[in-house]
């Protein structure tokens, strides 16, 4: 018992400590920065709250009472600079040197490693080289059979749900999906989740991302010393235990196949078997620096291409589904683009062609991410300090790119909770910082293609398949201005916005189907 109290005062003690070098450190600089009032140990965490939903309503209301430019704020000791305006995005993003990541990202590092999402520097740019081959033009064709082969299982689970013809809930359904397409593209297995979880994969990949999400937001489990003693550390280590198993088993298959065929075989070989492969195979025969890349090399990357594209591109397909079920109008002239693009043979199987000529399908889509970006704040941390939007920010600090509230920017969105696919139309010649739901500059989102692709597939199909219909006759556009205090939703089927790593709705996306009939 003493040995604990006597523990627990060094802890306590050692974190007050922190706290207080971390407040003096680049203190004078901060507090010309505005921002709302900040408790010391605490920082904005008790405006913050400790609920995802709560945590959203502040930061969107925090960048309309500080007219959308620079807010300073702080996770504990941690200083946070959001920013919310175009220049200021241009100047983080586009930087060969603000490129940095540190927090929250280490929370990935049990599990991503050194992988793109996370690594820096030298590894990180050797990595990116490597990889971007990877979504070449005609890779991503090879892609594009298996996103159609698993949205066709996807719309058979669907028809069970139109068969109902009752409410449920498609953000819950719909990641099986997409997790489906990435691990069959990253990894070139099937896991099978749509038809329910076969491959020990899925939930293993499912435990781990709820581990991570509950770590950023726990303010103890961010100390690795306390998180290792925890329940949630047991479930992270088992699952990443089965997933080196099952990865390591489907690598060394792959490595046998590809030891008996050599390089200008597999360049020449076109039956599908080995595009499938694309991925893992430019890993396995990747050399950087003149070495292959070890198991943990490779095991981080396929790990970061799952984490990285399945849940990301379940919010955008979710998000999207409920924005058509509350606008039927604009549901109406998406179908009628299918329509003119398929004739009657509405369940075929897109082309990629086709794919290119869904331009009214784009909109909604990028009308949808300016809403409801899947990832909607990402963070830099500072090596030196630096001068931004007009303010010299620290060395340590953290720069928090708000892409959710660059979106809803009247000054540049005019009416911003108005759901208008054709504001995109023309918007060709503005600045390309004002809109980044894939980020921007040397660390965008190398997946983007592969995603926008993966959406046209999934969305097309379902609006081609099924009416989209609200929860209930008669909801509004379901859409809420989270920044002003005085919004209140009370209807229980909109969505209220939280952040659990990507952007997800708290109370579910929840719709209809009925089947529709040629
Ligand atoms: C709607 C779908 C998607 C959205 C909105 C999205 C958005 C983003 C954003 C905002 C970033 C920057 C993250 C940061 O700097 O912290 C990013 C990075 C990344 N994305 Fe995506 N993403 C999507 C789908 C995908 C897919 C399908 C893949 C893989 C197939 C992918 C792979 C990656 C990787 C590897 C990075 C890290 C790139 C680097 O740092 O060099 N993403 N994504």
Redesign the pocket.
């Known amino acids: 018992m003493l040995i604990l109290i006597v523990l627990s005062t060094v802890l306590a003690s050692a974190y007050i400590y922190w706290t207080y070098v971390k407040y003096i450190t680049g203190w004078h600089l901060l507090k010309k920065i505005p921002g709302p009032f900040t408790y010391w140990v605490f920082g904005n965490v008790p405006q913050l709250g400790l609920k995802p939903e709560d945590q959203m309503r502040a930061i969107c209301r925090w960048a309309q009472e500080y007219e959308h430019d620079v807010v300073r704020m702080y996770g504990g000791a941690q200083p946070y600079i959001m920013i919310t305006n175009p220049k200021a995005m241009e100047q983080v993003l586009s930087s060969n040197v603000l490129t940095y990541?540190y927090d929250p990202?280490r929370f990935f590092y049990p599990w991503l490693g050194q992988?793109?999402?996370t690594s820096n520097g030298k590894h990180?740019l050797n990595h990116?080289k490597m990889?971007t081959p990877s979504f070449h033009f005609s890779i991503l064709q090879d892609f594009l059979k298996i996103m159609n082969e698993t949205t066709d299982r996807f719309m058979d689970l669907l028809d069970g749900y139109a068969n109902k013809k009752e409410m449920f809930d498609f953000q819950e359904i719909v990641t099986r999906s997409t997790i489906d397409v990435?691990c069959e593209?990253?990894m070139g297995t099937p896991v099978n989740a749509i038809q329910g979880p076969t491959s020990p994969i899925v939930p293993a990949i499912s435990e781990i991302c709820d581990v991570m999400r509950q770590r950023i937001f726990s303010a103890l489990n961010r100390f690795d010393f306390l998180f290792v003693w925890t329940e949630a550390y047991q479930r992270q280590e088992k699952a990443l235990a089965i997933l080196r198993t099952e990865l390591s088993n489907i690598i060394d298959k792959r490595r046998a196949i590809l030891q008996e065929l050599n390089r200008e075989q597999l360049k020449r070989d076109d039956d599908g078997k080995r595009s499938k492969m694309a991925f893992l195979d430019n890993l396995l025969t990747a050399e950087v620096d003149g070495m292959p890349l070890t198991f943990q090399d490779i095991f981080e990357e396929v790990s970061?291409?799952v984490f990285?594209?399945h849940d990301?591109?379940a919010?955008?397909v979710g998000f999207a589904v409920y924005c058509l079920s509350r606008h039927p109008d604009i549901q109406a002239r998406a179908f009628q683009e299918q329509h003119d693009i398929f004739g009657n043979d509405l369940r075929r199987s897109p082309t990629f062609q086709e794919l290119g000529e869904m331009k009214y399908l784009e909109l909604v889509i990028k009308e949808t991410?300016r809403l409801f970006?899947?990832?909607p704040f990402?963070?830099r941390t500072l090596l030196e300090q630096t001068e931004i939007g007009g303010y010299q920010i620290p060395v340590g600090a953290s720069i928090g790119c708000s892409?959710i509230t660059l979106g809803t920017n009247p000054n540049i969105f005019s009416e911003p909770y108005l759901f208008k696919p054709e504001r995109f139309k023309d918007r060709n010649a503005t600045n390309p910082y004002d809109y980044?739901?894939?980020?921007a500059g040397p660390?965008?989102?190398?997946?983007?293609k592969?995603?926008m692709m993966?959406?046209k597939v999934t969305i097309s199909k379902i609006i081609r398949h099924f009416n989209i219909l609200p929860a209930v006759d008669g909801l509004s556009t379901g859409i809420h201005n989270l920044g002003d205090p005085n919004n209140k939703i009370t209807n229980p089927y909109d969505a209220r916005l939280g952040f659990f790593l990507t952007l997800k709705s708290v109370n579910g996306l929840n719709i209809r189907l009925s089947r529709r009939s040629y």
């Open positions: 990541k990202y992988g793109l999402l990180w990116r990889i990435i593209a990253a970061t291409f990285e594209g990301t591109t919010s955008a991410l970006p899947s990832v990402i963070v892409i980044v739901p894939f980020s660390r965008n989102c190398i997946g983007q592969f995603a993966e959406l």
